[in-house]
């Protein structure tokens, strides 16, 4: 037998034995986290000393002890599930809690494929995470089953607005309406008619929405939040202003609250209020536009270099996101149109650019992705390439008047005075709580149309 003949018999056997190992220490050891038990992580700043924290500690502590004691206890593990999607939205810390979801989700399918309940969780936490495609299959699959749940309209409404179905999100709009009126129906009819351009009616359905609701509730609040940010598009800061300050005062501390305080307090150049503000609310929850709304004022008073220094913080800790989601590609979280716009403000447009087409490919019909694309490819001074997306961002004859600034400035680099200036002038004359520097940039480029 040749010399090489035998090393290679040799390799053989001991790739072989050496397989065999592996395969026995991993098989022995669980491939899965079927069997990993996850409990409540302490919450962080106000919410950690609230009577609703002591509730949710004592119905955790319940829900594992009965799922310990009968693994198959389904009604247990959707009840925890459901916790866990709770907390995650309380605290921002998406990324432990979306895991423990799915996993008591994951067991709850194992033992009933057709769990109705465990399909439209498992649907939400796949729109959490940004997997809107999955999660809207999930939600069509889920309403096959019951299709006179309201709540499944509810997260079939959202998945068909992150895909750009938008007519399909208005038709579970309608349907979801019909079944239950109520603080998730309205609150839905209000950003799809904030979609189609429509603030009055937008706000007549939010301010619904909050009166349906408990006092002091964050599903309450997180709604306040929402009324109190269409008035600031609006251009009506004392109203944005009231609702926000209702908001901490029903639950104090709210992070979503103080953060629309600060802005409101940005808006009037109070910087030391609107850092002030921020920073409480960074202490209760894990949130990338909070810290996004410090960096805005740092750099709106001149701190450029700690504006940059926080902005790059914020994509280390974003890039983090994006790499779980290549790694597990049923619960990471894709986060390329907001590491798109922060690689924008450090000026890295290469990056931004890599970002923004990872998210078009993904859903290239959604009128906020065109904008993002539209408006990486004008800060590189592409201003072709921006008009057919920019053009795609507008189909619905949105009005937000961030969108319009953008779209105004793209109009009027690519040589459409008219449409530039009309579209200049509806975003300007709304003054609206926008960035000064786009204000700036805004008005500057009008005088010149």
């Known amino acids: 037998m040749k010399k090489n003949t035998i090393y290679t018999l040799l390799v053989i056997a001991f790739v072989m034995s050496v397989g065999t190992i592996v395969y026995k220490y991993t098989s022995s050891k669980p491939n899965d986290n079927a069997n990993k038990t996850y409990a409540l992580l302490p919450r962080k700043g106000a919410a950690a000393n609230s009577p609703e924290w002591i509730k949710v500690k004592?119905?955790?502590?319940?829900?594992?002890k009965s799922i310990q004691t009968n693994p198959n206890d389904t009604k247990s593990l959707i009840q925890l599930a459901t916790l866990y999607i709770r907390e995650a939205r309380i605290t921002g810390n998406y990324t432990y809690y979306d895991k423990a979801a799915l996993t008591y989700v994951n067991n709850t399918l194992a033992i009933d494929t057709a769990n109705f309940e465990a399909l439209i969780l498992k649907s939400l936490l796949y729109l959490s995470q940004h997997h809107f495609s999955d999660g809207l299959a999930l939600a069509e699959k889920a309403k096959s089953i019951n299709p006179y749940n309201a709540y499944v309209y509810g997260i079939a409404?959202?998945?068909?607005?992150?895909?750009?179905?938008?007519?399909?999100a208005v038709a579970d709009a309608d349907k979801m309406l019909s079944i239950?009126?109520?603080?998730?129906?309205?609150?839905?009819?209000?950003?799809?008619?904030e979609i189609y351009g429509d603030y009055p009616g937008a706000i007549e359905a939010m301010k619904m929405a909050v009166q349906a609701g408990a006092p002091g509730d964050e599903a309450t609040e997180w709604t306040r939040i929402q009324l109190g940010h269409l008035y600031e598009n609006t251009g009506d800061l004392r109203n944005a202003e009231m609702y926000y300050t209702l908001s901490n005062e029903a639950r104090p501390g709210y992070p979503y609250a103080l953060a629309g305080l600060a802005r409101i307090a940005a808006a009037k150049?109070?910087?030391?209020k609107a850092i002030s503000y921020y920073e409480q609310a960074d202490t209760t929850v894990t949130?990338?536009?909070?810290?996004?709304?410090l960096a805005?004022?740092?750099?709106?008073?001149?701190?450029?270099?700690?504006?940059?220094?926080?902005?790059?913080?914020?994509?280390?800790?974003?890039?983090?996101?994006?790499?779980?989601?290549?790694?597990?590609q049923t619960i990471g979280h894709y986060v390329d149109k907001e590491l798109a716009y922060a690689y924008l403000k450090i000026n890295d447009n290469d990056n931004a650019l890599k970002h923004a087409?990872?998210?078009?490919?993904?859903?290239?019909?959604?009128?906020?992705?065109?904008?993002?694309?539209a408006w990486v490819y004008y800060n590189m001074g592409d201003y072709e390439k921006a008009l057919?997306?920019?053009?795609?961002?507008?189909r619905t004859n949105c009005k937000n008047p961030t969108l319009l600034c953008h779209a105004g400035l793209i109009y009027a680099k690519a040589g459409n005075k008219t449409i530039a200036k009309a579209t200049l002038q509806q975003a300007l004359n709304m003054n609206a709580n926008i960035t000064s520097d786009l204000k700036m940039q805004g008005a500057s480029a009008l005088q010149t149309l």
Do not use: H, W
């Open 157 to 168: 409404i959202d998945g068909n607005v992150e895909m750009g179905n938008y007519d399909s």
């Open 58 to 64: 004592e119905q955790g502590y319940q829900l594992l």
């Open 287 to 293: 949130d990338f536009s909070i810290k996004e709304g």
């Open 357 to 373: 087409l990872l998210e078009y490919d993904r859903r290239p019909d959604n009128i906020d992705v065109n904008e993002c694309v």
């Open 269 to 272: 150049k109070d910087f030391t």
């Open 296 to 328: 805005d004022v740092y750099r709106e008073m001149g701190q450029t270099a700690k504006a940059d220094a926080l902005e790059k913080e914020i994509i280390k800790t974003m890039n983090g996101e994006a790499q779980s989601a290549v790694n597990d």
């Open 180 to 193: 239950r009126p109520d603080l998730r129906s309205y609150s839905r009819a209000s950003y799809l008619r």
């Open 388 to 394: 057919p997306y920019i053009k795609t961002a507008l």
